[in-house]
T-cell receptor, first 109, second 113 residues
């Protein structure tokens, strides 16, 4: 079967750095997304990786290793507004998007 | 630009009743999607449409139907609601296939009693 694994919840301190991991086992691979979802709101796009390596976008970076079936989202200089759920999703061989359950990130002052 | 709108925002429905959740986008995106999101589970795809006039089944299509008469609208119908269909429903669209960024509507919170 297809599976996306992420930690259920993480806690970090304002101003610090946090890394949210995502491992996947899917039938094929055509890219990996990270989305942010604040409580009670819709998911919004953060990043897309299809090749191995690190993609940096401001305070957020996303890394992909296709051989390891692994990605992480790195958030730097954490702000209180970064408190949200972070969703990992993989495009499989049928071009279907398979979603992880999400990681709830709690930021403490 | 409104992006994607969904209606209603929330609804309480008696089991056995039918209901249509509405979704409209103004971005002229070809692809549209319906997801449900339940606590502790990832977004699960119900139905999708790659272009106007075509639809396909996702991971959890049973009990739901969709139509795509034009580019902008993608309604989701529950013919006879059951309590297990209590969920938050998100409509999304993308310019192209699943490799493109998906834009989500604000969601419809549905409770079936």
């Amino acid at each position: 079967g297809q599976n996306i694994d992420q930690p259920t919840e993480m806690t970090a301190t304002e101003g610090a750095i946090v890394q949210i991991n995502c491992t996947y086992q899917t039938s094929g691979f055509n890219g990996l997304f990270w989305y942010q979802q604040h409580a009670g709101e819709a998911p919004t796009f953060l990043s897309y990786n299809v090749l191995d390596g690190l993609e940096e976008k401001g305070r957020f970076s996303s890394f992909l290793s296709r051989s390891k079936g692994y990605s992480y989202l790195l958030l730097k200089e954490l702000q209180m507004k970064d408190s949200a759920s972070y969703l990992c999703a993989v495009v499989d061989s049928n071009y279907q998007l398979i979603w992880g359950a999400g990681t709830k990130l709690i930021i403490k002052p | 630009t409104a992006g994607i709108t969904q209606a209603p925002t929330s609804q309480i429905l008696a089991a056995g009743r039918s209901m249509t959740l509405r979704c409209t986008q103004d971005m002229r995106h070809n692809a549209m999607y319906w997801y449900r999101q339940d606590l502790g589970l990832g977004l699960r795809l119900i139905h999708y449409s790659n272009t106007a006039g075509t639809t396909g089944k996702g991971e959890v299509p049973d009990g739901y139907s969709v139509s795509r008469a034009n580019t902008d609208d993608f309604p989701l119908t529950l013919a006879s609601a059951v309590p297990s269909q209590t969920s938050v429903y998100f409509c999304a669209s993308s310019d192209g296939d699943s490799r493109g960024e998906q834009f989500f509507g604000p969601g419809t919170r549905l409770t079936v009693l």
